[in-house]
Each structure stands twice: as C-alpha cells, then as structure tokens.
C-alpha cells in the first residue's frame, strides 16, 4: 500500500481550500453592487441581491465542511485497523479533493455570473464531479478487497 497517499492527498485538500479562499477574497471587491447569491441549478431561478457580506456563506460552509469531514475521518480511521483505516484516510481524502472541486465550481459560477460571463454552472462538469465521487466507492472496496485476497496470500 502507497503509505504517503493519504499525506499527500491531504495537502491537496489544504491546497484546494486555500485556492478557494484567495479566489474569493481576490474577487470580492472586483465585483459589482448586485450580485448572484444562488445558482440556476437545472432551471431555477437566480436569486440576485445587493453585494454584501453574504457572499462568503458558500466559503465559509465550505471550510466548515472540510474541517468536519477532517475530524470525522481521524474518528472513524481511529477506531479501524492500522491497514483499513489508511486505506479510509486515502479514500475520505480523496472524496474530499472533489467535494472541494464542487465547491469551488460554484463560487466560480457566481462570480462569473455576477460579470454576466455565464448563466450558471457548467452542468456536465458540475455532474461529471458527482459521478466520480460515486464511482470511488466501489474503487476503493475493490481496493480493500485486494488487499485482503494479498494478505492472505
């Protein structure tokens, strides 16, 4: 098994959340006074309002949902045997590198939008990072599953 994976695959998720929070930052004051606070997902209405602090809301759930979902796999891989719970950490971060990626998607939409660059997310990009994250699972118990076939072996 890769020991430096999930190492590895963590420092790209710090990665990725800082990339998101200078993206943010940087483009605050760029923006215009009426800006896009909700996305046309699949025909729904967007939902326009005066440029205020509220633009930080998808930043702030998604450092909120990184930091939980950090301190979730530490308790979950805590309690798994030494190989299974690296083999948690590699998945969970890896999982995690796509929900920041969803994330970061969206905040670039509504800034986008706010320009009037776009009209909302980029639907097939936007579907293509869920079905990835749903194609990990069965990867990553086929991975399990090997390893255990090498084990005893």
Known sequence: MRKKAPFIL????W???????VMVLYSYPRLPQEIPLWLNFFGQPVILAKKSLL???YISVQTLFFL???LITKKISSSMPSWKGKIFKEFAYLSLIFFNLIFIHIQSSLILMAHKLVK???????LTLFAILLMLIPYYKMRIKMFLEKEIS
């Open 10 to 13: 963590l420092i790209f998720d």
């Open 120 to 126: 909302g997310v980029e639907k097939f990009y936007f």
């Open 68 to 70: 939980f979902f950090l």
């Open 15 to 21: 990665v990725l959340l800082g990339v998101a929070w």
């Open 55 to 57: 633009f930080f809301i």
